[in-house]
């Protein structure tokens, strides 16, 4: 069945799989815009101890998905995780070694003996919600506007920059979408925590949570503003029929107006993320996670299907277009996406299951009981 | 091709056996306890009695703190294959890049899942979710060892697969055929059952302690009941998968069973070297004995790697200069078909680049006669396929031997646990209090075994290891190595202090 489908076809349903999981990612940072925001909503043990058992819960999940975006990318695009981990080293060994601390710090920071101290753990869950996002945003604004890398008759990768990557946080766009999903993680993270957390005789502890949801909207804001804004006017990399790859004036625009689904993804996930803060922010209530989080899927589809389909380079090379990366010139064989096609079948089960158990656990909010419990973090 | 930085190779190989020992050192407990703590949950469950819950918590506890270290240790090798590996993942993501995500998507997201269940749900959930919640970890631990485990045998035995002389990469044919190959099976079991093993023995060192301080008796003796049948259960299948692991090497990596049992020059009646010193000296080929000292059993090796003592073994002199009787290509002789296939292979792109069709055909007829051997022609010396063999050598003697003696600490434990009179077997409880630190250089050293054994092989007898490297600089990844090296010693640090607080604390609710 699968197996009879084009190539060309299944190139576009692991770009769309493989965007569907960056852009739950995305939605899932709530858990890194939460460890940014530990500070300056908790005020005491008690509210800290809150928060860090909040996101305790769901931290894994954000980790997981993590990993399997690298490993969708890696089965189904090959050439882009050769050249991209292989060539931007730098950026994605600082990513994942901010990964690699937070994978301790909630089971760690309380625990007798833990070596270096509670502070330090929260550091590092700082580290990771701030430096660690702000680092992804930069490396995926590097699909819009291309990395420093040539790929030989064999494919393999020269990085013409001596930063390997670390070069993609000095471009004012990657760096404005790396400053705008740290902010947009931390309103996901306030909007999560107001859901998940049970506030009764600590208004002080939820007023300055619904007030961070807002302000962080405001600072994710301008950032917001000018990645669109740019993106509407920058050249983009196309891709004729014969692979050819030139630089397109207002590609990105034309892949909206070829694409009206797209922006249509990206308009009303801007307005879900608003209404959800609206609802948090400047209302009473506790189901804003969940506009913000579908807003923010809707946005990462868009983005991520800007960058690969409409005959786009998703992986541009500035240096030397023709070594630019599309879904076509750097995907796995049919025989191996087909394959792969039939085991992500087994998707929308997992996504039940995690649904499934997530509603079973959060049903009651989290409150001061099970932080003193002994299993807590 | 690009020129290959060897400095770079070195510390790319030492950063991967630095991540990947470090991350053996937590894998084996979490696919082992995940189990007992589960058999600990389904006792408390059938027989509602509060003692086995307080003891179910108790391990999952430990459980905790060694998972989380895990799970940061282990980030690291999904990507390393990325950015030190660069050319390989290209070369193979086809085929390598399946597991992995199948791994994701299979198996991390039950862990994770049900991991915040098995953690935090025991007063949101009903008894009987959380006690499924605990055997989801327990299962969706193992498959993630079954999809990675997968990719490594693949390394070991590539089957399924093609070479594409267009892209210059190996390309998957047959999904099952990867995924049912005699390594995967061999693989799979034996590295499973031996962290049972791992697994079964911090509980018996663990209650060893308790018991020798006469703390927390009652849990320490119903903990080493579920151990030492677990233990004594899977030292048995280990010991059936570990001759199965034999076979297949013989099948597949006759250098590395010739290498692991320091056999030089090949016979029929093969002996076991039960315990022996090799000699330091030694080279291929200088017919000075390989042994300062050697206890032999003769035949049980052809008995056990082809089930006939008649069988012949080839020994490494006969892997390297080749052995006509027994119709052994020499390495020197692999390795001109292997330069011959880069030639014709460099031949064909050219041709096709210049439009010449007929030409191109001409060279693809030959390197498809010479294309199995595509790996030996990056090698330098025929010498180059025999890997360290004092270190395989003594990795495996050192894990043989090692199970032989969980065997008696296991019986031991089982016995007297029977005779309800451990806790004055004083001798026993000492031997137990030191077998898990045992149990992980046996299980650390079946890897190296398992790896060393296979140098210089990426992809067996396709890939040499230099040809898988990144074009980065030897500084880049030297950086990384200690950044690694210090980081995961220090969060090493961490845990041990706290798993000791931990087990020093004891149980709640006794």
């Known amino acids: ?377 | 091709m690009t020129a290959i930085d060897l400095t770079m190779v070195k510390w790319a190989q030492a950063q991967f056996a630095l991540t990947a020992m470090y991350h053996w050192l937590f894998v084996p407990l979490t696919l082992g306890l995940s189990f007992i703590v589960a058999f600990m949950e389904t006792i408390y469950v059938r027989t509602g009695d509060e003692r086995w819950r307080a003891i179910t918590k108790f391990w999952m506890t430990l459980f905790g703190i060694n998972f989380a270290i895990g799970i940061a240790t282990g980030i690291i090798l999904e990507f390393e294959f990325g950015t030190n590996w660069s050319k390989y993942s290209w070369m193979v993501g086809d085929i390598f890049g399946a597991p992995l995500a199948i791994e994701g998507i299979v198996a991390f997201f039950l862990e994770a899942t049900f991991f915040a269940v098995m953690f935090f749900g025991w007063d949101r959930v009903s008894k009987g979710f959380h006690l499924f919640s605990t055997w989801m970890v327990a299962v969706g631990s193992n498959l993630s060892a079954l999809w990675i485990l997968v990719a490594n045998s693949w390394m070991q035995y590539p089957v399924g697969m093609n070479f594409n002389p267009d892209s210059a990469r190996f390309e998957m044919q047959n999904f099952w055929e990867i995924l049912s190959s005699p390594v995967v099976i061999a693989k799979f079991t034996h590295t499973t059952v031996s962290s049972f093993i791992v697994a079964s023995l911090f509980v018996i060192t663990v209650a060893s302690w308790y018991l020798l301080k006469g703390r927390h008796v009652e849990m320490a003796k119903k903990s080493v009941i579920i151990a030492s049948v677990f233990g004594l259960l899977s030292t048995g299948m280990t010991a059936l998968t570990g001759d199965q692991s034999a076979v297949v090497n013989a099948e597949t990596q006759p250098m590395k069973l010739a290498s692991y049992e320091g056999l030089y020059k090949g016979t029929t009646n093969a002996g076991i070297v039960a315990i022996g010193l090799l000699n330091h000296d030694k080279e291929p080929g200088d017919n000075s004995d390989p042994f300062r000292f050697e206890i032999k059993i003769p035949g049980l090796l052809s008995l056990l790697a082809k089930h006939d003592t008649n069988a012949f073994i080839p020994g490494i002199e006969d892997l390297l200069w080749g052995n006509e009787e027994q119709n052994i290509m020499g390495v020197d002789a692999k390795m001109k078909r292997g330069q011959q296939a880069i030639t014709d292979l460099a031949g064909y792109k050219e041709a096709v680049k210049n439009g010449s069709s007929d030409e191109a055909e001409l060279y693809l007829t030959r390197f498809e006669v010479n294309q199995d051997y595509l790996g030996y022609g990056y090698l330098t010396k025929p010498e180059d396929v025999v890997p360290p063999v004092e270190t395989t050598f003594y990795s495996f003697h050192i894990m043989v031997i090692l199970a032989g003696f969980f065997l008696l600490v296991f019986l031991a434990f089982l016995y007297y646990s029977m005779k309800d009179n451990l806790e004055q077997k004083k001798l026993v409880l000492r031997a137990g209090l030191v077998s898990f630190f045992l149990a992980m250089i046996a299980s650390q050293a079946g890897w190296i075994v398992a790896e060393v054994g296979r140098q210089p092989w990426i992809i067996q007898d396709m890939m040499p290891i230099h040809v898988g490297a990144s074009n980065i600089s030897a500084g880049s990844v030297q950086t990384t190595f200690f950044m690694f090296a210090i980081t995961f010693t220090l969060l090493l640090l961490a845990e041990i202090t706290i798993m000791v607080k931990q087990i020093k604390k004891g149980p709640r609710g006794e």
């Open chain 1, 1 to 377: 069945m699968i197996g009879s489908l084009d190539l060309t076809v299944l190139q576009q349903i692991w770009w769309l799989l493989v965007s569907v999981v960056g852009a739950l990612f995305l939605f899932l940072t709530f858990v890194q815009g939460g460890q940014s925001l530990l500070w300056q909503v908790a005020k005491n043990d008690t509210e800290k101890a809150l928060v860090i058992n909040s996101l305790g819960r769901k931290w894994e999940l954000t980790f997981t998905t993590l990993v399997l975006f690298g490993g969708a990318l890696f089965a189904a695009f090959p050439k882009f995780y050769a050249t991209s981990f292989g060539g931007a080293y730098w950026v994605w060994i600082l990513i994942l070694f901010t990964f690699i601390v937070q994978a301790v710090s909630y089971e760690y920071r309380k625990k007798p003996g833990n070596f270096f101290g509670a502070k330090t753990y929260e550091v590092f869950l700082l580290i990771n919600g701030s430096v660690g996002i702000l680092l992804i945003g930069a490396a995926v604004g590097t699909f819009f506007t291309g990395s420093n890398f040539i790929l030989n008759d064999y494919n393999q990768v020269t990085w013409t920059s001596p930063l390997r990557g670390l070069e993609a946080a000095f471009s004012v766009f990657n760096l404005s979408l790396g400053l705008f999903l740290v902010f947009n993680a931390r309103v996901l993270g306030a909007m999560y925590l107001i859901n998940n957390i049970d506030f009764i005789g600590m208004p002080e502890f939820e007023r300055r949570m619904r007030r961070a949801c807002f302000i962080n909207l405001l600072c994710a804001l301008p950032f917001l503003l000018y990645v669109l804004v740019s993106l509407l006017i920058m050249k983009g990399y196309g891709v004729d029929e014969n692979g050819v790859i030139s630089l397109v004036a207002y590609k990105y625009l034309q892949n909206l107006l070829a694409m009206p689904y797209t922006l249509g993804l990206l308009l009303a996930g801007l307005v879900l993320v608003v209404w959800g803060v609206v609802l948090t922010g400047l209302k009473t209530g506790t189901r804003g996670i969940w506009f913000g989080g579908l807003g923010t899927v809707f946005v990462g589809l868009a983005v991520f299907f800007l960058a690969g389909y409409g005959n786009t380079a998703f992986y541009p090379s500035k240096v030397d277009l023709q070594s630019s990366l599309t879904i076509y010139n750097a995907s796995s064989t049919h025989y191996t996406l087909t394959a792969m096609t039939y085991v992500a079948m087994v998707i929308p089960f997992v996504l039940a299951y995690i649904a499934y158990v997530w509603k079973l656990m959060d049903s009651k909010k989290l409150d001061i009981n099970d932080i003193s419990d002994e299993k807590a973090y």
